[in-house]
């Protein structure tokens, strides 16, 4: 059973940190490009970033860019997102996703940027 | 900075048969920009249903299809059933990354 689970959400004052993590397991996450996507509470979804198989490419939202980094651990079925210089509009539900079609995809976990 | 647009609500019978369509502002839709549909139910992650435009997933039901329409993305549903009550989102492909669109809340009534 494929299965995606997200941790490292929590509560954060602007301009922090968090690392975001994405277990991945019950499919050949090396051989697949993955995803994080963010939903604010009540809201419709944003892509934020997405990475390849070996992650040699990585593409991200405008908004996102030269903060958050997408990574990927083949060895590990892991994949992570560092969120620097954290904004009160990032405050979101984070999802991680992947496959050949963004087939599948986790519960998320939440990240509130708030004083 | 592409914005992809969606019919905001619909409301369909059981049984009846609904169409949600995706624009984008750059132009045409076409299938470059390998249109993605998802659905989402409240409290729930999104589940995948469409790729590249009209590719069903192994558990996609029978009821979804996927096309290009005027230019548009469209997502139909044929025989809708009171568990399709949900939020559709579209998915295109902008050359620099993906973009969603609003959303589309589907209700069945």
């Known amino acids: 059973e494929v299965e995606l689970v997200e941790s490292g959400g929590g509560l954060v004052q602007p301009g922090g940190s968090l690392r975001l993590s994405c277990a991945a397991s019950?499919?050949?996450?090396?051989?697949?490009?993955m995803t994080w996507v963010r939903q604010t509470p009540g809201k419709g979804l944003e892509w934020v970033a997405t990475?390849?198989?070996?992650?040699?490419?990585?593409y991200y939202v405008d908004s996102v860019k030269g903060r958050f980094t997408i990574s990927r651990d083949n060895a590990k079925n892991s994949l992570y997102l560092q969120l620097n210089s954290l904004r009160a509009e990032d405050t979101a539900v984070y999802y991680c996703?992947?496959?050949?079609?963004?087939?599948?995809w986790g519960q998320g976990t939440l990240v509130t940027v708030s004083s | 900075q592409t914005v992809v647009t969606q019919e905001p609500s619909l409301t369909v019978s059981p049984g009846g048969t609904v169409t949600l369509t995706c624009a984008s502002s750059?132009?045409?839709?076409?299938?470059?920009?390998?249109p993605n549909w998802f659905q989402q139910k409240p409290g729930q992650a999104p589940r995948a249903l469409i790729y590249t435009t009209s590719n069903k997933h192994s558990w996609t039901p029978a009821r979804f299809s996927g096309s290009l329409l005027g230019g548009k993305a469209a997502l139909t549903v044929s025989g809708v059933q009171p568990e399709d009550e949900a939020e559709y989102y579209c998915l295109l492909h902008n050359g620099a990354g993906w973009v969603f669109g609003g959303g589309t809340k589907l209700t069945v009534l």
């Open positions: 990475i390849n198989q070996d992650g040699s490419e990585n």
């Open positions: 019950g499919f050949t996450f090396s051989s697949y490009w």
């Open positions: 996703g992947g496959g050949s079609w963004f087939d599948y």
């Open positions: 750059t132009g045409a839709v076409t299938s470059d920009n390998y």
